[in-house]
């Protein structure tokens, strides 16, 4: 199972001395921008110093605003002539971020992925058809080049045409997808309306879902109706896109490729290391990037690290799924919560369908939280009083997980707006006081 064995299984210590060497790389490779050039000076650092993990402390966090400040070329270290693409972050909380990338970044990026979906027992022989955005979104080429890589035939589908999706499937014998976990929740009824059971009709096995936060409820729903292992799979486009953390067969927390990456765990408010097993802010240092390394970037996304070896044999730290971002959490009448925990309490009730929407209003000055919940097809034509019940169910199953009482509003299944990328799941109407 294991793509580049003695990389994945290496001993801690070494993996440890691998790191430092990479990381002076790293910095001397930094120190061309101009972002770092000049840092670098007014703070006297330069590679020969940084050789142990709170050395890299001494170097200053940076931030998406920081990415933004220097826009465009800010941070590129190689000369232009030496980059061959560009990708972006997908914007969904504020203006874009740009990457770019040298050949060996691709190379050494579709390794990454490669060994991500070998992990999972994609071979040769698979059928790999990728419904991730192609463009500037990571997910669609990083999965790409790394299918390739590995040798198994892709169809580089793209995301959205459901029906197309589901016509490809069937005639090419697709055993493996790469989708976005909202978007395969909403397939499961363009399943049912073109009379299509994947798991009777299709050769689904393995399933990569990721670029958003999800629970496992909704791992379980998926896997439940296509007949598939689903992998989580998490990156960032600052980090490449995919295969920076990526689930083994345990299932059970993503592995970190500590190679190529060095992850710190830090509380967002104090900017502190928080003790391993502690929940915390995701920071990330590029071990290998020529175009753009990237040292200590804050990715606002909050895990744990588990602190005891995955019984997989692979040595890289594994880290939790992601609750959010510190820049999700919403503010309820006081109380904090994320969007998953109300997706984690949805997708564990049986009646309720694949989409929901969270709104919040100002009434009479109070926060208004509403949940809008798609139910299972053929509910609404039956007992009302059914109904009724289940919405009493899904407000006290809220309460008892976030602490306040929402309103919840039934809808017919297809109701919601729906996304090809990730999902929008709250819209905030409040009134923005001071
Ligand atoms: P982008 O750079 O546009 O690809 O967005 C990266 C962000 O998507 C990450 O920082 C996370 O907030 C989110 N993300 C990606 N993969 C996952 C995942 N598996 N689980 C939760 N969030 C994810
Ligand atoms: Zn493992």
Redesign the pocket.
Same mark, same amino acid.
């Given at each position: 199972m294991f793509w580049d064995k003695d990389t994945e299984t290496l001993d801690r210590d070494s993996l440890r001395q691998l790191q430092m060497q990479l990381l002076q790389k790293t910095v001397a490779q930094a120190a061309q921008s101009p972002y770092y050039q000049s840092l670098f000076k007014q703070q006297g650092i330069s590679p020969d110093k940084i050789n142990s993990l709170d050395d890299l402390r001494r170097i200053p966090f940076i931030e998406k605003t920081t990415l933004r400040e220097h826009y465009p070329y800010g941070f590129l270290a190689a000369p232009k002539e030496k980059i061959v693409r560009m990708h972006?972050?997908?914007?969904?909380t504020g203006r874009?971020?740009v990457i770019f990338h040298t050949a060996h970044d691709i190379d050494e990026w579709a390794g990454l992925v490669a060994r991500c979906m070998y992990m999972t027992g994609v071979r040769e022989n698979d059928v790999f058809q990728n419904m991730m955005g192609y463009g500037l979104?990571? &997910?669609g080429l990083g999965f790409h080049y790394g299918a390739e890589k590995l040798g198994a035939m892709v169809i580089p589908s793209g995301a959205g045409n459901s029906k197309r999706q589901i016509m490809l499937m069937k005639e090419f014998e697709t055993t493996v997808i790469h989708i976005i976990p909202s978007y395969a929740l909403h397939l499961i009824k363009t399943f049912q309306d073109e009379d299509v059971d994947p798991k009777k009709d299709l050769k689904l096995r393995i399933a990569f879902? &990721?670029?958003? $936060?999800?629970t496992e409820e909704t791992r379980r729903r998926i896997e439940d109706a296509y007949g598939v292992k689903a992998y989580?799979?998490? &990156?960032?486009?600052?980090m490449n896109? $995919?295969g920076v953390?990526f689930e083994c067969p345990q299932q059970n927390g993503?592995h970190v490729w500590e190679d190529s990456y060095i992850l710190e765990v830090i509380d967002p408010k104090t900017l502190e290391p928080v003790k391993p097993g502690t929940e915390g802010e995701?920071v990330f240092t590029s071990l290998k990037r020529e175009g753009m390394p990237l040292l200590r970037y804050r990715?606002?996304?909050l895990a744990y690290v588990y602190p005891e070896p995955c019984p997989c044999g692979r040595t890289h730290c594994r880290m939790s799924?992601?609750k &959010?971002?510190t820049d999700d959490m919403l503010i309820v009448k006081g109380v904090n919560m994320f969007p998953v925990q109300i997706e984690k309490t949805l997708m564990a009730i049986p009646e309720v369908g694949t989409n929901f929407l969270i709104i919040l209003d100002t009434v009479e000055d109070n926060d208004q939280m509403t949940v809008k919940v798609e139910v299972k097809s053929g509910m609404f034509t039956g007992d009302i009083k059914h109904l009724e019940t289940l919405r009493r169910r899904i407000v006290d199953d809220l309460r008892s997980e976030i602490l306040c009482t929402p309103r919840v509003e039934l809808v017919e299944p297809d109701t919601l707006p729906k996304s090809e990328g990730?999902a929008v799941r709250v819209i905030d109407n409040r009134k923005q006081w001071g």
């Open positions: 972006s972050s997908s914007g969904t874009a971020t979104f990571t &997910g879902i &990721g670029a958003e $936060p999800h989580n799979s998490y &990156g960032l486009s600052e896109g $995919p953390a993503m995701i990715t606002r996304d799924r992601i &959010g971002r990730k």
